[in-house]
């Protein structure tokens, strides 16, 4: 069963509240602190309220608890069956976690069961040692916040090697790749893993001395008419971006889309892709591109 | 009934979370045949759980509220969380907690020996709450069904130890925080504490997550290749409908984030696709006998799927581009080969090159052929509305963006 309290919000926050309550440090003030912090909004009032009420006979008036252990919860067969479907994925050759415990479990799914049927087709290399190597070395000085040579040729085949200090690897499931982000030098710079050729950990840094530069933000805004279901099509395929919609009237829609610079020649063809349903009406930069595609693609068909 | 942040059932909410982050500006006298005060609740569990992420604007027609979330720069789906907030009763819980630390020694114990322990504990508080054998017994059970404890038989006496816990969850932090948002049924994921921050993740589509249960049901029928019946809620009426499929494959789209059941109708004798959010339930039924004979079926339908689509009739349309590019701008060749999926790619000469495929329903790939727009020389298609469509579309366009004569120039 998927949906079931023992994963729920509040059942963890229960657990660390009895967790203090059996060391004997359990406070008022460290009770509503907890459940600020790991449980919903509104959990602020009900959580403290059953257990002072006696109604969740869980904490005495004391702040003691008759519980004798710190509250544990054993992994149900769903986590672990899960957990047995992940080791049939070509991707977790990168991670390498301790599979001892699942020897006897069944797995939850097949890989074999999903089709990817727009994924594009050259994905990052998952069984290549040396990719392998890397993406352990790159995760290695995440964890222990230490600084990175990486020596990778860029997209024009020159060879590239930069100190760094690795932020984050970004995962596209539509292109089936990793990148890796990284500070330094007041840059910020996004490395195809696939293209790393090797990778050497260096010393530790200093987190508080790193600023990552963020990508820069722009806004488009489009004018989209519901015709071919135009409009569920067009808020799902934008859906992972921040938006906002406005209906002008009965079938038109405004839409604005706050994206990242870096991305535009991607989101310029995207929108292409749908063809006059939708309309960019600002930013004028923007429509001077599309413009610019549509007059190529005239001289191209008149040949 | 009080109003309480927790729900008994998921699939009310589904409804509203989807409304809200697909569309957002709905009006809350849009939300139809559902009570006002029931939107509010529903509304107010949202803002509960999601707090900064949702928003809202005034329009003449009133507050419409929205989510909204740019997935890129979050570790985790946000949507996950619904499935954080199910109801329980008062002796749900403190059972929980109970018979778990009775049984934390390790010791393997009957239900009427857990039964005498929960009274010592309860001996802790003044206020009565009344517990009988029987409902400890039902709690033992449910518990054994989830895995978190096992049952052991001696003759007529059961006994009830904690499930061992022998997986290291520490060694699979980086794992879990990765395969949470990517793999399939990655709300589990989310059950686990141990993940870390490493990861960030790009084109990152996440209402499927409430599609999770739907998902799971079909999964199992997969793998136990068995028949389902589905209801099924029509896009274009208010009436639902019944489907019995043997279901095959499970498509999943990383450019929209849908997801959709493919299976062998038994009323149409050929394939078929629905959308995963338009299930409302999956009744499971027999065993499929000639299920290896289905999936020989789809092997050779699959050879020649755009998407998702079969067309109308299930005949196939032969479809040809030509498109040309520019010194320096190989990378087209290199979009097309990833980007094809199916058929041929053909280079003409230095600068041009011909996409060839045969696939069931041409129209799905005007999209991607749109996102050529500047470089096609050429379109032929044997399926006339495909052409059709694309050249007048164009025209629209070009009036568009500044009319017929001078505005893409």
């Given at each position: 069963?998927?949906?079931?309290?023992?994963?729920?919000?509040?059942?963890?926050?229960?657990?660390?509240?009895?967790?203090?309550?059996?060391?004997?440090?359990?406070?008022?003030?460290?009770?509503?602190?907890?459940?600020?912090?790991?449980?919903?909004?509104?959990?602020?009032?009900?959580?403290?309220?059953?257990?002072?009420?006696?109604?969740?006979?869980?904490?005495?008036?004391?702040?003691?608890?008759?519980?004798?252990?710190?509250?544990?919860?054993?992994?149900?067969?769903?986590?672990?069956?899960?957990?047995?479907?992940?080791?049939?994925?070509?991707?977790?050759?990168?991670?390498?976690?301790?599979?001892?415990?699942?020897?006897?479990?069944?797995?939850?799914?097949?890989?074999?069961?999903?089709?990817?049927?727009?994924?594009?087709?050259?994905?990052?290399?998952?069984?290549?040692?040396?990719?392998?190597?890397c993406?352990?070395?790159?995760?290695?000085?995440?964890?222990?916040?230490?600084?990175?040579?990486?020596?990778?040729?860029?997209?024009?085949?020159?060879?590239?090697?930069?100190?760094?200090?690795?932020?984050?690897?970004?995962?596209?499931?539509?292109?089936?790749?990793?990148?890796?982000?990284?500070?330094?030098?007041?840059r910020?710079?996004?490395?195809?893993?696939a293209?790393?050729?090797?990778?050497?950990?260096?010393?530790?840094?200093?987190?508080?001395?790193?600023?990552?530069?963020?990508?820069?933000?722009?806004?488009?805004?489009?004018?989209?008419?519901?015709?071919?279901?135009?409009?569920?099509?067009?808020?799902?395929?934008?859906?992972?971006?921040?938006?906002?919609?406005?209906?002008?009237?009965?079938?038109?829609?405004?839409?604005?889309?706050?994206?990242?610079?870096?991305?535009?020649?991607?989101?310029?063809?995207?929108?292409?892709?749908f063809g006059?349903?939708?309309?960019?009406?600002?930013p004028?930069?923007?429509?001077?591109?599309?413009?610019?595609?549509?007059?190529?693609?005239?001289?191209?068909?008149?040949? | 009934?009080?109003?309480?942040?927790?729900?008994?059932?998921?699939?009310?909410?589904?409804?509203?979370?989807?409304?809200?982050?697909?569309?957002?500006?709905?009006?809350?006298e849009?939300?139809g045949?559902?009570?006002?005060?029931?939107?509010?609740?529903?509304?107010?569990?949202?803002?509960?759980?999601?707090?900064?992420?949702?928003?809202?604007?005034?329009?003449?027609?009133?507050?419409?509220?929205?989510?909204?979330?740019?997935?890129?720069?979050?570790?985790?789906?946000?949507?996950?969380?619904?499935?954080?907030?199910?109801?329980?009763?008062?002796?749900?819980?403190?059972?929980?907690?109970?018979?778990?630390?009775?049984?934390?020694?390790g010791?393997?114990?009957?239900?009427?020996?857990?039964?005498?322990?929960?009274?010592?504990?309860?001996r802790?508080?003044?206020?009565?709450?009344?517990?009988?054998?029987?409902?400890?017994?039902?709690?033992?059970?449910?518990?054994?069904?989830?895995?978190?404890?096992?049952?052991?038989?001696?003759?007529?006496?059961?006994?009830?130890?904690?499930?061992?816990?022998?997986?290291?969850?520490?060694?699979?932090?980086?794992?879990?925080?990765?395969?949470?948002?990517?793999?399939?049924?990655?709300?589990?994921?989310?059950?686990?504490?141990?993940?870390?921050?490493?990861?960030?993740?790009?084109?990152?589509?996440?209402?499927?997550?409430?599609?999770?249960?739907?998902?799971?049901?079909?999964?199992?029928?997969i793998?136990?290749?068995?028949v389902?019946?589905?209801?099924i809620?029509?896009?274009?009426?208010?009436?639902?409908?019944?489907?019995?499929?043997?279901?095959?494959?499970?498509?999943?789209?990383?450019?929209t984030?849908?997801?959709?059941?493919?299976?062998?109708?038994?009323?149409?004798?050929?394939?078929?696709?629905?959308?995963?959010?338009?299930?409302?339930?999956?009744?499971?039924?027999?065993?499929?006998?000639?299920?290896?004979k289905?999936?020989?079926?789809?092997?050779?339908?699959?050879?020649?799927?755009?998407?998702?689509?079969?067309?109308?009739?299930?005949?196939?349309?032969?479809?040809?581009?030509?498109v040309?590019?520019?010194?320096?701008?190989?990378?087209?060749?290199?979009?097309?080969?990833?980007?094809?999926?199916?058929?041929?790619?053909?280079?003409?000469?230095?600068?041009?090159c011909?996409?060839?495929?045969?696939?069931?329903?041409?129209?799905?790939?005007?999209?991607?052929?749109?996102?050529?727009?500047?470089?096609?020389?050429?379109?032929?298609?044997?399926?006339?509305?495909?052409?059709?469509?694309?050249?007048?579309?164009?025209?629209?366009?070009?009036?568009?963006?500044?009319?017929?004569?001078?505005?893409?120039?």
């Amino acid at each position: 069963m998927l949906f079931h309290e023992v994963y729920g919000s509040y059942f963890r926050v229960l657990e660390q509240i009895l967790t203090h309550a059996v060391k004997g440090d359990l406070t008022g003030s460290l009770l509503t602190r907890l459940v600020q912090e790991k449980a919903f909004a509104e959990s602020g009032l009900s959580i403290p309220g059953h257990l002072v009420s006696g109604s969740w006979p869980l904490v005495d008036a004391n702040y003691g608890t008759p519980l004798r252990h710190v509250p544990t919860q054993p992994l149900t067969t769903l986590q672990k069956r899960w957990l047995k479907a992940l080791l049939l994925d070509p991707r977790m050759a990168l991670f390498a976690p301790n599979t001892e415990g699942l020897e006897d479990v069944e797995s939850l799914f097949s890989p074999d069961s999903f089709v990817y049927f727009d994924r594009y087709a050259d994905g990052d290399p998952y069984d290549d040692p040396t990719y392998i190597a890397c993406f352990h070395l790159v995760l290695q000085a995440l964890r222990e916040k230490r600084k990175l040579r990486v020596r990778f040729r860029g997209h024009t085949g020159i060879r590239h090697s930069i100190v760094c200090v690795p932020v984050r690897l970004e995962y596209s499931p539509k292109d089936d790749k990793f990148r890796l982000l990284t500070a330094g030098d007041n840059r910020r710079h996004v490395i195809n893993l696939a293209r790393v050729r090797s990778c050497e950990v260096l010393d530790a840094y200093a987190p508080e001395e790193v600023k990552a530069a963020k990508p820069k933000k722009q806004e488009l805004t489009v004018r989209l008419v519901d015709e071919r279901n135009a409009l569920e099509r067009v808020m799902l395929h934008f859906s992972h971006l921040e938006k906002e919609t406005v209906r002008l009237d009965e079938g038109t829609y405004q839409m604005t889309l706050h994206y990242d610079k870096e991305d535009e020649t991607e989101l310029l063809i995207r929108i292409l892709s749908f063809g006059p349903v939708l309309q960019v009406t600002a930013p004028d930069s923007f429509i001077s591109l599309i413009r610019e595609r549509l007059a190529r693609q005239k001289i191209v068909q008149i040949g | 009934m009080a109003y309480s942040e927790l729900i008994k059932s998921f699939s009310r909410i589904r409804d509203y979370m989807r409304q809200f982050y697909v569309y957002g500006f709905k009006s809350r006298e849009e939300y139809g045949e559902k009570s006002a005060r029931s939107y509010d609740n529903e509304r107010r569990r949202i803002e509960s759980w999601l707090g900064d992420l949702m928003s809202f604007h005034r329009t003449r027609d009133g507050k419409n509220v929205f989510l909204s979330v740019d997935s890129r720069r979050i570790p985790s789906n946000p949507l996950y969380k619904a499935f954080h907030a199910k109801s329980f009763t008062d002796k749900d819980v403190t059972l929980h907690f109970y018979i778990l630390d009775i049984l934390a020694s390790g010791e393997a114990l009957t239900a009427g020996q857990i039964t005498d322990g929960i009274e010592e504990y309860l001996r802790n508080f003044e206020m009565p709450f009344p517990m009988d054998e029987s409902t400890v017994r039902k709690k033992l059970k449910e518990y054994e069904a989830l895995g978190l404890l096992t049952a052991q038989k001696q003759g007529k006496t059961v006994t009830y130890c904690r499930s061992a816990h022998t997986v290291d969850c520490e060694s699979w932090r980086d794992a879990l925080a990765f395969f949470s948002e990517t793999a399939p049924l990655g709300v589990i994921g989310s059950y686990f504490q141990e993940r870390s921050d490493f990861f960030r993740f790009k084109h990152h589509y996440i209402l499927h997550a409430l599609d999770s249960e739907i998902l799971l049901q079909l999964l199992d029928a997969i793998s136990q290749r068995r028949v389902v019946d589905l209801l099924i809620r029509s896009s274009r009426g208010k009436d639902d409908f019944n489907r019995t499929i043997c279901p095959l494959k499970i498509y999943r789209s990383t450019q929209t984030g849908r997801q959709y059941i493919l299976g062998y109708s038994y009323i149409g004798k050929h394939m078929v696709f629905y959308r995963l959010d338009s299930i409302k339930t999956v009744t499971m039924g027999s065993e499929e006998k000639q299920y290896d004979k289905y999936m020989g079926f789809w092997e050779k339908f699959d050879q020649n799927l755009w998407g998702v689509s079969t067309g109308a009739e299930y005949t196939m349309d032969h479809i040809e581009m030509t498109v040309r590019f520019g010194a320096g701008e190989e990378f087209i060749l290199q979009r097309l080969e990833r980007e094809k999926r199916h058929g041929t790619l053909e280079l003409l000469d230095e600068h041009t090159c011909r996409f060839a495929a045969d696939v069931y329903d041409a129209s799905e790939m005007l999209p991607w052929l749109r996102t050529f727009i500047g470089r096609i020389v050429e379109l032929q298609c044997t399926n006339g509305y495909v052409t059709k469509t694309f050249y007048e579309d164009l025209a629209r366009m070009y009036k568009m963006y500044g009319g017929e004569d001078h505005a893409v120039s």
